[in-house]
């Protein structure tokens, strides 16, 4: 699903929505190395992951 809207997102001819895309892509590489690091670095990574969906939410509006 997130696959999905990142790829609609990035057909997007509007700069802010290829933006938003970018960001739901890093968002995503975070969670997955979040899930796949030590416990020690989840917390960065999830925080890092947060940040980069709320910054696609709030260029996608």
């Known amino acids: 699903m997130v696959e999905r809207a990142r790829d609609m997102l990035a057909g997007s001819s509007l700069s802010h929505l290829t933006h938003a895309s970018d960001e ?4 995503v590489t975070y969670l997955t190395d ?5 416990p020690v670095h ?6 890092k992951a947060c ?3 709320r910054d ?3 260029t996608a509006s």
């Open 24 to 27: 739901l892509d890093a968002a």
């Open 51 to 53: 940040a980069h969906l």
């Open 34 to 38: 979040a899930l796949e690091t030590d």
């Open 42 to 47: 989840k917390k960065v990574l999830l925080a």
């Open 56 to 58: 696609a939410i709030e």
